[in-house]
């Protein structure tokens, strides 16, 4: 059966629990970073950093807000990145939770167009050709372990089981937070395994909170193209 998060960003306090777990569990370093006259830290995502708790300052309704989202891969039921790959021993979907799982073998890959097609803007490249992102934990998942950033939150934000289980918890909490927050929704649940719950705008959040086939003037049918290119004199006639 597979499995899913639900985040809820109402319960979420930005403390980077999640954050620090991730790294730790995933023997992963520390980021050179500099003081950017704000919370969030480091900048983005990158090869070596799977997880980023976005922290935006709002003012909605004439009232200061604090929006925080952790930013991390949305392991997509129907997943571009593995739709442009076409390489299993690269980049491959577990069969048993649904995780989108990235392998050393992604140094074959043409890098960029995997990155183009991913409509919330995930993967990251090393500087040996690699691709990484989250993993799910797909090794605590497997051995009956809830994923590094769940078992450390401390607030409830971060939740993990069961798709439909997960699925049923969201919309019980979405309709409860709607009562306060009119505009709350869940974002893409169809389409992906990490659900998140908001109440605002949730372009506020980030930039990337809701699927965009067209990044940068890049869609996926051109990530595509980018990926047959290469290949496109072989079938001539």
């Known amino acids: 059966m597979s499995k899913s998060f639900f985040v809820d960003t109402t319960l979420c306090t930005a403390c980077r629990a999640c954050q620090v777990a ?3 569990w995933h023997d ?5 970073t500099t003081n950017r006259g704000g919370f969030e830290n480091p900048k983005d995502l990158s090869f070596i950093t ?3 708790v976005r922290m935006r300052e709002e003012v909605i309704d004439n009232k200061l807000e604090w929006l925080f989202f952790p930013e991390q891969c949305r392991h997509c039921i129907d997943a571009p990145c593995l739709e442009i790959a076409d390489n ?5 979907r577990d069969p048993d939770t649904g995780a989108i799982i990235y392998t050393e073998q992604t140094r074959d890959l ?3 167009a995997i990155i183009d097609s991913c409509p919330y803007n995930i993967p990251r490249v090393g500087a040996d050709g690699v691709l990484a992102k989250c993993d799910m934990c797909n090794d605590r998942v497997h051995n009956g372990l809830l994923p590094a950033c769940v078992a450390t939150c401390p607030t409830g934000a971060m939740n993990f089981g069961d798709r439909e289980e997960m ?3 969201a919309e019980a909490r979405l309709e409860k937070v709607k009562k306060r927050y009119p505009d709350a929704a869940l974002l893409d649940m169809d389409q992906v395994s990490v659900i998140y719950l ?3 705008e949730p372009s506020l959040y980030s930039i990337n909170a809701v699927a965009s086939n067209q990044r940068a003037g890049i869609s996926r049918k ?9 290949f496109a004199g072989l079938f001539r006639v």
Do not use: F, G, N, W
């Open 22 to 24: 991730c790294k730790q």
């Open 28 to 32: 992963l370093p520390a980021e050179k």
């Open 50 to 52: 799977y997880k980023v």
């Open 88 to 92: 299993s021993d690269a980049i491959y």
């Open 110 to 112: 043409d890098a960029q």
């Open 167 to 169: 699925i049923e918890l």
């Open 198 to 200: 908001t109440v605002h």
């Open 222 to 230: 051109v990530a595509l193209k980018r990926m047959i290119k290469p």
